[in-house]
């Protein structure tokens, strides 16, 4: 018996050092003439030929590339058990991801949709096309996602949101928002079309499989019930969950288990 032990045991350590990789990179925005940094998880064992589906995972106003990682230990463990990888870029402290009409520095839209994407598929195997990418996020990140992926299915195949900031209009004095739009009393129509309960008229049905979920003491929860409401009654199918819950991590933490579920599906599907 003791000599069984030995290899049993050495079977366990083995197996408990399987972990996904984990880098911050630095990537490049020709548009911002910057470097933005990046971090890209990707799974433990990857064949030297396959290509993997990707998930761009956006943080919320005042966070970071660190976020999702920091403070949510599963996402790492997501891109072994999904075989995915999972890219969380820095979105600037309050970018909102779109290109900004008052500071013409700051195209997050841009960045995200096209630069950081190119940039991804150029140094790691993915599969460069909508079929193998989503993207969702938390917070200013659920609008970015949203307003990302409907504004160019043609790069992202599906899309979720956490606690979207997905109308803005109610929040005029929130988050920098007047600084990147303009007051809205002045601007109201940047405003109209930067909101993305305002771009549903984008969608065709069954075009972009989306998942969209908001706890019912949060702030944006009126917000993403009339987002629910249009796209039902537009006749656009989509996933919608709520549940007890406000906006703090603790809500995230729950939710992005079930977002990655969703994409996983929708990456096999459209295999």
């Not at 600037?92 to 008052?102: A, G, I, K, L």
């Not at 969209?212 to 919608?240: A, R, S």
Request: aromatic share 14%; glycine share 6%; hydrophobic share 40%.
């Amino acid at each position: 018996m003791k000599y069984l032990l030995i290899p049993l045991l050495f079977i366990v350590c083995i197996t408990s050092l399987k972990a996904s990789k984990v880098d911050t990179v630095s990537t490049y925005s020709p548009s911002m003439r910057k470097n933005i940094k990046a971090v890209v998880i990707t799974p433990d064992v990857i064949k030297s030929t396959e290509k993997l589906p990707v998930l761009y995972l956006l943080h919320g106003y005042s966070g970071n590339q660190a976020d999702w990682i920091s403070k949510v230990k599963a996402v790492a463990e997501f891109a072994d058990q999904y075989k995915l990888i999972i890219v969380c870029p820095d979105g600037n402290f309050s970018s909102w991801y779109f290109d900004s009409p008052v500071d013409t520095t700051l195209k997050y839209e841009t960045y995200v949709s096209s630069e950081l994407v190119s940039w991804i598929d150029s140094h790691y195997k993915t599969i460069n096309n909508k079929s193998g990418r989503a993207i969702t996020g938390l917070s200013m990140g659920g609008h970015g996602a949203l307003f990302l992926a409907l504004k160019h299915q043609d790069v992202f195949g599906a899309a979720g949101s956490m606690s979207g900031g997905v109308d803005l209009r109610p929040f005029p004095l929130n988050w920098d928002l007047a600084k990147k739009l303009g007051p809205y009393a002045e601007f109201p129509e940047r405003w109209e079309s930067h909101s993305v309960v305002n771009l549903t008229y984008l969608l065709t049905p069954k075009t972009l499989p989306l998942i969209i979920d908001c706890g019912t003491e949060d702030f944006f929860f009126p917000v993403n019930v009339k987002l629910h409401q249009k796209l039902l009654d537009n006749n656009i199918p989509h996933d919608f969950i709520t549940r007890k819950g406000a906006h703090n991590w603790e809500y995230w933490t729950n939710a992005i288990s079930y977002q990655v579920l969703f994409f996983s599906k929708f990456f096999k599907t459209a295999a």
